[in-house]
């Protein structure tokens, strides 16, 4: 075990020792796991399947998966650019 691991491991239980007794839930992890379900939905009643089909081959995943990086490139230059704006502007 390396010693980041060590250091993890003993961070860990450290939260959990603090934290014996509470239900403390994260809600930024809560809301990514909500986002997950309704895209997971809202892609079954578009497509009528899930990634759990198998009538892709390796290949076609990985343009799938860079084309949607590109696309998330894309939406970051967009939100880049509004912010530089909005902050020339106060």
Do not use: C
Request: aromatic share 4%.
């Amino acid at each position: 075990m390396s010693q980041n691991e060590d250091t993890m491991n003993e961070d860990t239980m450290n939260e959990d020792t603090m934290n014996e007794g509470t239900t403390n839930e994260d809600t930024v992890v809560a809301a990514v796991i909500r986002s997950f379900q309704e895209r997971s939905r809202a892609g079954q009643l578009k497509y009528g399947t899930t990634l759990d089909r198998t009538d892709l081959s390796p290949q076609q995943w990985a343009q799938h998966m860079q084309e949607e990086l590109m696309d998330a490139i894309l939406y970051l230059e967009r939100l880049k650019r509004e912010m530089s704006r909005n902050s020339l502007k106060k």
